[in-house]
């Protein structure tokens, strides 16, 4: 089974300020990660994926998050807050090779950039 | 806008009726997967169809049905509902059902049941 773990409901930052949203999976073997975001009355928009390779992924809207195998993490990042980024934030896991292509989401961190 | 659409944005219905959700996948796209998203569940995986074949099935229950049409578009069928199936419920879309391809996400069927 396939699991992933959101730690914080809720984040709050100051804008300017960078942010980091946290999450850790867990898949009994390699897994593909990705990131999604989904504002107030909208569907999920596709922020960044790790595949394989460079553990620190790069995404939309300056975006990035860091692979780390060893603590089984896989955390959202940027340098500097937008209010704009104010949102709910979904990690997701798929394990590599299972045959199975459904996405294992987490329970979504609210992101709060105030102004 | 990701290029997939659902409808209706909205439905309201009674308890024990039968509701068909439809979803277009993005241009190209042969994949289409349904999730429901609910307060107390999140995001559950429900069913995937690939070229119009079933390819996974989730948490979806017996009394919930989809298919993949021809021109790849997609019916999620709820049937007996009860107060519970109020969600929102997404189709999502990518272009093979490989691994590590993303997913593209409609903006949701609310659905509300009294």
């Known amino acids: 089974a396939q699991s992933v773990a959101q730690p914080e409901d809720q984040v709050n930052v100051a804008e300017g300020n960078p942010l980091t949203v946290k999450c850790t999976y867990s898949?009994?073997?390699?897994?593909?990660l990705f990131w999604y975001v989904q504002y107030p009355n909208r569907g999920l928009q596709f922020l960044l994926k790790?595949?394989?390779?460079?553990?620190l992924v790069k995404g939309s809207y300056g975006f990035e998050a860091e692979f780390n195998k060893s603590q089984t993490s896989f955390h959202l990042k940027k340098p500097s807050a937008l209010v704009s980024d104010s949102a709910l934030y979904f990690c997701?896991?798929?394990?590599?090779?299972?045959?199975?292509?459904?996405?294992?989401f987490g329970k979504g961190t609210k992101l709060s950039v105030i102004p | 806008d990701s290029g997939v659409t659902q409808t209706p944005k909205h439905l309201i219905t009674a308890t024990g009726q039968r509701v068909t959700l439809r979803c277009s996948p993005r241009?190209?796209?042969?994949?289409v997967y349904w999730y429901q998203q609910s307060l107390d569940q999140g995001l559950q995986f429900l069913i995937q169809?690939?070229?119009?074949?079933?390819?996974a099935k989730g948490n979806i229950l017996e009394r919930f049905s989809a298919q993949q049409f021809p021109d790849l578009h997609s019916e999620l069928n709820l049937s007996s509902l009860e107060l519970g199936d109020s969600a929102l419920y997404f189709c999502?879309?990518?272009?093979?059902?490989?691994?590590?391809?993303?997913?593209?996400f409609g903006p949701g069927t609310r659905l509300t049941v009294t």
């Open positions: 898949v009994s073997g390699n897994p593909y």
């Open positions: 997701a896991v798929r394990k590599v090779g299972a045959g199975s292509y459904q996405l294992t």
């Open positions: 169809y690939y070229n119009g074949e079933e390819r």
């Open positions: 790790y595949i394989t390779g460079d553990n």
């Open positions: 241009s190209g796209d042969l994949s």
């Open positions: 999502a879309s990518s272009p093979n059902p490989g691994e590590y391809y993303e997913q593209y």
